[in-house]
């Protein structure tokens, strides 16, 4: 089960990440974390820190696991069991840094056991798939934000633990939650600390999943680039790391 094959594909639209004040508002909360709750290390976030102004970065691989008019959501998780996982994205104009209202922002991942709704039986687990498990979006508000539950993804072969993301402009809403047209501006990946994955991965759920972890550093589409590659600021949400993680990041897109 693996999305390597057109990794680092050439595209024609760019994408900048910009590492905001409260990116790094971020970054002081997850340094004054309890030992129990593990935050990302010097190695994990420098590259972060280094992001204080719009950096241009290419997009990432959609993968094969990519499925049409998903729901329109704050909250993807459908019952999944994980630790939880709040992510708060910025989508901003990379030419004015100007936020980005009503541009949906869609994700997908892979549960505990690295399966994706709708292909699940491709990481070597059964389990039930109702194809839209772990999949959805929200439409940013008039600071560009957009908010979205989930939980801590899980790894399958051949990649590390990963969030797969869209961002739309001008979909159409549908009446039963999903949408549909648009423009596509931007396709891409997050990714985690791997001091914190290392300790997330200890836990149950997710010590269930036998399979071969990929790190972050032997990952074959992320390329080094910290912030500007999509690795997200994670902070702890309580006093251990079963208690959770926020995930922040602030992409600017090209209009």
Known sequence: M????????????RTVLVASGATAAALAVGAAATPEAPVADAAD??????????????????????????????????????IPLKLTLTVVDDDTCVPLSNALVEVWHADHLGEYSGFVGANGHSEPDDGT????????????????????PGWYVGRCIHVHIKVHTNVTLT?????????????????????????????SPYSAN??????????????????ASG?????????????????????????
């Not at 772990?134 to 539950?149: E, F, H, N, P, Q």
């Not at 009446?175 to 836990?203: C, K």
């Open 133 to 152: 498990f772990l999949r959805g979006g929200v439409l940013t508000d008039s600071s560009g934000v957009a908010i979205i539950t989930t939980i801590y």
């Open 175 to 203: 009446p039963d939650g999903s949408f549909t047209g648009g423009q596509e501006l931007h396709t891409g990946q997050l990714y985690f600390s791997e001091t914190i994955t290392t300790a997330v991965s200890r836990l």
């Open 45 to 82: 976030t420098a590259p972060v820190a280094a992001a204080a102004v719009c950096t241009l970065t290419r997009e990432m691989t959609e993968g094969p696991y990519y499925l049409d008019g998903q729901y329109v959501r704050p909250d993807i998780t459908e019952g999944k069991p994980g």
């Open 231 to 255: 690795l997200l600021t994670l902070t702890a949400l309580g006093s251990s790391a079963s208690s959770g993680y926020a995930g922040t990041l602030t992409l600017g897109v090209e209009r």
């Open 210 to 227: 036998r399979v071969t972890r990929t790190t972050l550093a032997r990952d074959s589409v992320y390329d080094g680039g910290g912030a």
């Open 2 to 13: 693996t999305d390597t094959s057109d990794a680092r594909r050439s595209v024609a639209r």
